[in-house]
């Protein structure tokens, strides 16, 4: 995207013109670390222009604003959602700042070769279902430890990461651990999209790098037929593969702000 704006990058902060920071939701108090690397790039690059690439904001509007004192360049806020960009505009800055709204970074890889391959490999080979098991999670999943202590301590890291991805592999198909959100939104689902029913259920929180690779996550949601998350790139990524996607609509304004802004026009989409 940046590229495609003629942006180049340069060989440190101390050169630029401009720093980009990364969208997401880093700037909520899910993360409070976000709030202090954006203290920092306030204090240390006062005179540098600043911009969001479309986040996810949330926070109290004064204590956000104090986060600036001392900027002199303007910065530049992209929300994702509706309420995130109302909140920016709630803000009374200290510096010059503009707004605006645009979709989620991840809708920048529609028409690249990264989905056209999905899409032509594509299969309907289980039912995924995908719930976060971090501090944002709403159904109660949570990650179990994988190993004993020795198996932290004494293997190398490459042989630990082989063997957690097939653990998690083997328990990504046990449905006697599924959640009762992800059991009430099976039955949903199967019942909008008959003929699936026979198909195996893979459960597991494929975002986690412990619980697969990058390639193995894009591999999943290509080859499921119904996709049910609490993961909101999980259900950007199969809405543009054009699963049935349903889609929980989370703890806070997040999920809930960009399906209203990007996905509530795709059929296939559905907000649980």
């Known amino acids: 995207m940046l590229e495609s704006y003629g942006i180049k990058p340069v ?56 986060l600036f004192q001392g900027r002199r360049a303007p910065v530049y806020f992209y929300a994702r959602e ?10 009374k800055f200290p510096c010059p700042a503009q707004f605006g709204i645009d ?11 990264y989905i056209e391959g999905l899409i032509s490999s594509q299969r309907n080979r289980h039912v995924l279902i995908v719930e976060r098991a971090d501090p944002e999670g709403t159904t109660g999943l949570r990650t179990a430890a994988i190993g004993p202590s020795f198996f932290k301590r004494y293997l190398p890291k490459a042989i630990k990461t082989r063997i957690k991805h097939a653990v998690w592999e083997r328990r990504a198909r046990d449905q006697t651990k599924l959640t009762e959100f992800a059991r009430t939104a099976l039955r949903g689902a199967l019942a909008d999209n008959p003929g699936w029913e026979s198909l195996p259920v893979f ?6 790098q412990e619980v697969c690779t990058f390639k193995r996550f894009s591999q999943l949601i290509a080859d499921a037929a119904v996709v049910i998350t609490t993961r909101m790139h999980v259900g950007i990524l199969a809405a543009m593969l054009g699963k049935p996607v349903y889609i929980n609509r989370g703890s806070h304004h997040k999920i809930r702000g960009v399906y209203e802004h990007s996905l509530k026009d795709l059929k296939h989409v559905q907000l649980i």
């Open 11 to 66: 060989g440190g902060r101390g050169e630029a013109s401009l720093i980009v920071l990364n969208g997401g939701a880093l700037m909520t108090a899910f993360y409070k670390r976000g709030f202090e690397i954006l203290r920092w790039y306030n204090r240390d690059y006062a005179d540098t222009l600043l911009a969001f690439i479309p986040a996810t904001f949330g926070f109290e509007p004064d204590s956000f604003s104090e």
């Open 82 to 91: 509706q309420p995130s960009l109302d909140l920016l505009r709630s803000v």
């Open 103 to 113: 979709h989620d970074m991840a809708f920048h890889l529609q028409g690249t070769r």
């Open 203 to 208: 459960s597991a929180d494929i975002s986690a």
